[in-house]
């Protein structure tokens, strides 16, 4: 099966930054739509951020927006999310996840996508 590892995570101070990647397996990865989701312990799993096949239209939560920054590099298989200003409330295991082949349009639905890492966690201390 398809493999999408993260890494990135670590425990950082309020106000602090980190760069989550995400390594994708596979031959078709610019044709894929990428998105990450995290998940605080006894709470949903919440859409964090996604990116289309070029990268030309990004999506965020509000609760990220303006702080996050998801972005790709084809030539790689990977996917990056640019996190900053980090908030305690940031706290969770961020998961990396693949939307179905051949669609370009962004999703916010955990349901639409298919394919999902083990996560990295990123601890926020304050």
């Known amino acids: 099966q398809v493999q999408l590892i993260e890494s990135g995570g670590g425990l950082v101070q309020a106000g602090g930054s980190l760069r989550l990647s995400c390594v994708a397996s596979?031959?078709?990865?610019?044709?894929?739509?990428f998105g990450w989701f995290r998940q605080a312990p006894g709470k949903e799993r919440e859409f964090v951020a996604a990116?289309?096949?070029?990268?030309?239209?990004?999506e965020y939560a509000d609760s990220v927006a303006g702080r996050f920054t998801v972005s790709r590099d084809n030539t790689k298989n990977t996917v990056f999310l640019q996190t900053s200003s980090l908030k305690p409330e940031d706290s969770a295991v961020y998961y990396c996840?693949?939307?179905?082949?051949?669609?370009?349009?962004?999703?916010?639905?955990?349901?639409?996508?298919?394919?999902w890492g083990q996560g990295t966690q990123v601890t926020v201390s304050s």
């Open positions: 996840a693949r939307g179905r082949y051949g669609v370009n349009n962004i999703r916010r639905q955990d349901t639409e996508y298919v394919d």
């Open positions: 596979g031959r078709s990865f610019n044709m894929h739509v």
């Open positions: 990116i289309n096949w070029g990268g030309a239209r990004t």
